[in-house]
């Protein structure tokens, strides 16, 4: 038989939201660990992720990974990176209950993964997948990531969505430019935890 709780889950973006950025000194930009000894987990995300399953939540990840497409990072070191994410948080004792990456790209230089695809976000393609596969009940479900690319992604699948990020005039802006409401803004993975568990929204639908 099939609950309430066992229907809902937390997409979660990796890069940036569960993963640190780096600040790439040959490019001059901050962008995703390219090799697996550059992954670290963002500080109270473990801690976060564990709440959430606690409170009967199942994990998604859904992420982009155009960097095999973009012909910075081999397959083989992908895998790597993916192989290195999941041993930190095997080692803090927790666990995604299944992963969802898109590795193509529009512009790949790599023919293979130059692809307008469903499954890059904003489409929302990974999360109907899983949810499909996980047998959820999307409004109940939350996309959560530091990129207004998840925020869309989130809502065309009808996910309730909360962005990563400070609040700033300048995304406040931005914000309003592209017609685009997250639900919640969060400073970070822990604090989207908290607005989830409290969110009295959730908690109706789930006593309706």
Do not use: W
Not at 41 to 46: F, N
Not at 115 to 123: L, N
Not at 136 to 148: A, F, I, K, R, S
């Amino acid at each position: 038989m099939t609950t309430l709780s066992d229907s809902r889950a937390v997409f979660i973006d990796r890069d940036g939201t569960v993963v640190e950025l780096l600040y790439d000194k040959e490019n001059g930009y901050i962008d995703s660990a390219v090799k697996a000894d550059q992954l670290r987990l963002i500080p109270g995300a473990v801690d976060a992720l564990k709440r959430l399953r606690s409170a009967g939540y199942k994990l998604i990840l859904v992420s982009n990974q155009p960097g095999v497409a973009k012909g910075r990072i081999s397959f083989d070191e992908f895998q790597a990176t993916r192989q290195r994410f999941d041993q930190l948080l095997n080692r803090e004792g927790i666990s995604f209950d299944d992963e969802y990456y898109c590795l193509h790209h529009p512009n790949a230089l790599l023919a293979e993964y130059r692809k307008a695809c469903e499954c890059r976000k904003p489409k929302p393609g990974l999360i109907l997948k899983a949810a499909k596969e996980h047998n959820l009940n999307l409004n109940l479900c939350y996309m959560v990531g530091d990129d207004l690319l998840d925020i869309r992604a989130g809502k065309a699948a009808g996910c309730n969505t909360i962005l990563i990020s400070h609040v700033t005039d300048l995304l406040l802006k931005v914000l309003d430019k592209e017609r685009l409401e997250p639900d919640y803004i969060a400073s970070g993975l822990n604090e989207a935890c908290s607005i989830i568990l409290q969110a009295p929204s959730i908690q109706q639908k789930e006593k309706s």
